[in-house]
């Protein structure tokens, strides 16, 4: 792979691996500390209509090779916008949210000219009224992406993998005229506690991540890349070079590291140094989807 700016879905990145939403993207402060770590560009955490607390915890559970969370989509709404000021010519793209297509609209609309595009969660496993409930229904996630659209930003479409048919929803994202896919948000999960006989969240109901889901968000990518003509995004349990490589022969024009930065915030850098360095010195185009002959 050759190192250097690369533009995927109408943004201009600094390279193939960027920060997934909601990992450390609260505040301009971390999103920037993201770039200096080598990230070659930064989500933010979604934002939605109104200030929302998430759900009442335990909201995180850590498992071997696996991160488990219920955060319930926590944000500070409209306050947020003042954290993107210095950020402007960044790689920053906004995550938002919204139950309707209307709220999607109003939410794209007050990032206008603040980021480099936004990033429609159409896919939190866990919030009533949104994400997964909006994006396992087509018709609404044309409407939705339509909607974000009008904010004259790139739109990128984050999709659920827990839905029956994967490319359904990619195809209504691309008919809304959504510039690019991400594939995926989190694994529909549970555990219980055998101590307490519970479910280990307060939510109950969690979005799995980290190196369990990747064969998940692999098989994600590559039937999306064999239905779909805009660019795909890679994401879930990404956490090696080999795993982006891999990613983006399934069909990935860049990918995104979430949980695998919570463990190390140095891994932006290890992994594009490695990446970079591969033998063969091919060119990104000529892997991009090269498993599928
Ligand atoms: O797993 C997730 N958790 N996916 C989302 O889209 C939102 C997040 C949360 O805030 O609960």
């Known amino acids: 792979l050759i190192p250097g700016e690369i533009t ?18 609260t505040t301009g402060a971390s999103l920037a500390r993201m770039l200096r770590a080598g990230a070659g560009g930064v989500v933010t955490k979604s ?5 929302k607390e998430g759900h009442k915890g335990p909201c995180v559970a850590v498992y071997d090779g696996a991160m488990m969370n219920a955060m319930g ?3 500070p709404s409209h306050d947020f916008i003042g954290e993107l000021d210095g950020l402007t010519e960044s790689p920053v793209i906004a995550s938002i949210f919204g139950g309707t297509p209307e709220e999607f609209g109003e939410v794209a609309d007050w ?7 936004l990033e429609l969660n159409l ?3 866990h919030a009533e009224g949104y994400g997964a409930a909006v994006g396992a229904d087509p018709d609404m996630v044309e409407q939705c992406t339509r909607a974000a659209k009008h904010s004259g930003l790139p739109v990128w479409v984050k999709l659920t993998p827990n839905v029956t048919d994967i490319t359904e929803i990619g195809l209504a994202a691309e008919r809304g005229g959504a510039d690019a896919i991400v594939a ?11 101590n307490f006989r519970r479910p280990v969240l307060g939510n109950g109901m969690g979005g799995l991540s980290g190196p369990a889901i990747f064969p998940v968000a692999v098989r994600c990518v590559w039937e999306l890349y064999e239905a779909c003509e805009i660019p795909i995004i890679g994401c879930g349990g990404v956490s090696s070079a080999d795993n982006v490589v891999e990613m983006m022969m399934a069909g990935a024009s860049a990918v995104e ?7 190390d915030t140095e891994i932006f850098r290890q992994i594009t140094e490695s990446l970079y360095r591969r033998d063969g010195g091919e060119c990104p185009e000529d892997i991009v989807g090269c498993a599928h002959a």
């Open 257 to 263: 590291i979430g949980s695998a930065v919570i463990e």
């Open 123 to 125: 896919s939190c496993p």
């Open 73 to 75: 989509l926590p944000n």
């Open 111 to 117: 990032f206008a000219g603040r980021v480099q595009a």
């Open 8 to 25: 995927v879905g109408g943004v201009r990145l600094h390279n193939h691996c960027m920060l997934a939403a909601g990992v450390l993207g």
């Open 184 to 194: 995926v948000n989190t694994v529909k999960a549970m555990r219980i506690s055998t």
């Open 47 to 51: 934002i939605g209509p109104e200030p």
